[in-house]
């Protein structure tokens, strides 16, 4: 029993880096461009479905896929964000209608681009194995690549947080999580601004992409769970909080994980659920604070 | 009921008949369009009986269609269909109440998010309990019911729908909702128990969305989990509303029934671009056309309510209106308010003053429940209220108006006054609230705007117009933050007399102001606070000399 228990916890914790690497992404999006986006799952599989091409096709290895579609996705969001979400940023006179009209605008991308990866990759599962070298860590056999996704997860939130405060970009960014109106008044850039946080939330979710499909099945219809998952990862952590991010994914890989081995594998979501519900009735405002405050 | 109606009833009978008779004309493929014609207008105009006058966002349409779906594959055989209906609505009513109970006390996009996943959640659930209590999945579903037996009830339910909506938008319950819309804290101020409109609405709509869904379950003969909550539902019914325009009652039928040809249109030439032509219809429709066809067809008009009788307030006898015991509230390790005591006497006028910062919204907020106290009392006419929820207290007769001036900017300044006469402890409607709105913007002087937009007023006259709403509670207790502030002097002058002929009304009041001249003009009494506390209260003149109340405006040096 502790045996599986400790089992739980090492394989929990390897799936929530994934969460929490997909979901730092989104809390840049969400908590400072304040871009609600549905569509954010469907770079993730867009990535991973990059990724696969690469290997398959090409022969280029996931790692050095990395170099192709990091910047690929940062350039596609910046165009998202200045083309077609700016004119919905400019008409909103209130953060609610804001949120409305992302809702709305990037829930018709969510099909565009689900539609896009099914027309030229159909709606059957694909996988591909790289890195699945077994490796033994507390006597739970994991795979080597789902600990690198950890492992850049981790990296990944230290070098965010190590940006945001302690660099000049990273306060004007705070800055703008907190309020763009009074940002906009200390001479912050924040449409600029806005548009590199959001187009860093793309490009880091199309990183999380690359690696998840080093080791997961996936097919064109699954962005929508991974956006599921990371929204609520990202409102249980805070709008913006790094560090919260962090710590929700991983304890969601570990919950996750447990109801699947304890309870029944096909009631994942359902346990994603219950996490969000208890989160919002004992602290409607995030666990952790939001990086406004 | 006129008679220059009578045409138009006639037109709608014929319509109806026309309607009602199309099975026994149309051929079986024109026959299997309008069933999607008509599912989908069900669907709409449920979707926008909740979504349309809130801004709130469903995507969960699929969950409650798919539920009654499945409800009626399992119950189908062994309960007769009127019975299989009624579970069919009475699932989809109770997993909304569920949802809408946990949800909708919270802001919107919290809302929006849970509705995101909730069709894939049920459908995991469905599977789960397949696969683990019945041990096989999907279901067959034999029943003997013709097509036109399908279309004739999606003909009565889309009418009962339509009929619903109307009457709601009608109701204080579409007003409500419309004001809930608009501003949710005014809401609450203005006597509206928001969570309680909210889920009402919401479990409306979602019932009849399961009952759609039930009723066109018998098309197909097997349903599994992925046919029922198919995610693109969902999308379709927003779709369809927005084109269409949420807001107006025919707005979500005018969408679905030009979509549900287009839609028919792209699977039968282009399936596999379907879902991309959908998601660029639907950005184009978003952009394009916020408000849908409605909107850009006119700005409707302001509706009118059903006249009744009102009845004059009460009179109150008490001479303590108000009275605060130890109030104490913390924002973190901040002591907003810190052992806060005074009282309000009957028709007394008291000022609550001191530097910025001090903690004088917190308590005004803290009497009109906006905030919890930490601990300490409030007693209202002699009645605890320090645990009752806003539109309770507004209903009880304490109005308040806003630091930063809260109206709702999209509806005429007419509306932004009668959801607080609807809701008020005795509530006015029809040609009563119409008199009543009329007095009150002339009270304020904005009577000849009166169906202006609020957005378009200028700052001050927002701030009348917060007034008038305020006064529009019949209040026993009016909390005035910072109302005079930003008038100039001859408006400040205008502004004075008029509180004071609301004390004249017997109307007891608490002003935050930084106006000393008003405050010595209109208070009886004033309270100072500094850093959270109660530093000096009595008589204007000699509260404001006190050396601690010179020290904490102008610091050390002057006291």
Known sequence: MPMLLLDILVSGLVLGGVYALISMGLTLQYGVARIMNLAYGEFLVGAAFIAFWLYTE????????????????????????????????TRANSRAQLEVDSILATFGLLFIVQGIALIIFGGQYYSYGYLAIPVSILGTQLALNRILALLFAVLVAIGLYWGLTRTRSGTAIRAIAVDPDAARLVAIDVPTASAFAFALGGALVAAGGVLVSMFLTFNAAMGVVFTMKALIVVIVGGLGNIMGALAVGLALGVIETSVSRLVDPGLTLAATYALFMVALLLRPQGIFRSLAR | MSLKHAPLIALGLVGALLLAGLPLLASGYVLALAISMLSFTALATAWSLFCGPTHYISLASAAFFGLGAYMAAIFAEQVPWVIVLFIAAGAGLAVALVVGLSTLRLSGVYFAIFTFGLAELVRQLVVWYEVNIKGTMGRYLFLDMSQAAIYWQLLALTAATLAVSWLVGRSRLGLAARVIGDDEVVARHSGIDTTRVKVVLFALSCAIMA???????????????????????????????????????????????????????????????????????????????????????????????????????????????????????????????????????????????????????????????????????????????????????????????????????????????????????????????????????????????????????????????????????????????????????????????????????????????????????????????????????????HALCEPEVVRAYLGEADA
């Not at chain 1, 192709?68 to 700016?86: C, E, H, K, M, S």
């Not at chain 2, 639907?282 to 008009?301: E, K, N």
């Open chain 2, 211 to 541: 009952l759609t869904g039930a009723i066109m379950a018998p098309r197909w003969t097997y349903i599994d989990p992925a046919i029922a909550f198919n995610p693109m539902i969902s999308f379709q019914v927003v779709i369809m509303a927005l084109l269409g325009g949420a807001g107006a009652l025919f707005g979500p039928a005018l969408g679905a029934i030009p979509l549900v040809v287009l839609f028919e249109l792209l699977t039968a030439n282009f399936p596999n671009a379907f879902s991309v032509l959908l998601g660029i219809a639907f950005i184009v429709i978003v952009y394009g056309l916020p408000r849908g066809v409605i909107g850009l067809l006119h700005d409707w008009s302001p509706r009118r309510e059903r006249p009744r009788l009102a009845t004059p307030a009460p009179f109150a006898s008490q001479t303590s209106i108000l009275a605060v015991d130890g109030l104490h509230k913390s924002f973190g390790g901040l002591r907003a308010v810190d052992d806060v005591s005074f009282r309000v006497e009957l028709g007394e006028i008291v000022g609550l003053i001191g530097p910025n910062g001090s903690g004088k919204t917190t308590v005004l907020n803290l009497i009109s429940g906006a905030l919890r106290p930490d601990a300490g009392q409030i007693r209202f006419e002699g009645r605890s209220i320090d645990k009752a929820q806003p539109y309770r207290i507004a209903m009880g007769g304490i109005a308040r108006t806003f630091q930063l001036v809260r109206v709702l900017p999209s509806m005429s300044l007419r509306d932004n006054i009668s959801p607080s006469l609807a809701f008020r402890a005795i509530p006015a409607t029809g040609c009563s609230a119409d008199v009543a709105t009329d007095r009150l913007l002339q009270r304020v002087g904005l009577h000849h705007c009166s169906e202006t937009r609020a957005a378009e007023l200028t700052y001050i006259d927002q701030k009348r117009l917060e007034l008038a709403r305020a006064l529009a509670l019949q209040p026993k207790l009016l909390l005035l933050d910072e109302w005079l502030a930003g008038l100039n002097p001859t408006e400040l002058e205008e502004g004075i007399s008029l509180i004071q002929s609301l004390r004249h009304d017997g109307v007891s009041i608490v002003m935050v102001e930084h106006v000393m001249h008003a405050i010595r003009a209109l208070c009886d009494r004033c309270v100072v606070m500094s850093a959270g506390r109660v530093i000096a209260a009595g008589v204007p003149h």
């Open chain 1, 58 to 89: 090409v022969k280029i290895s996931p790692l050095l896929g990395l170099i192709f579609a990091v910047p690929l996705a940062f350039l596609a969001n910046w165009a998202i964000y200045r083309w077609l979400l700016t004119p919905l940023v």
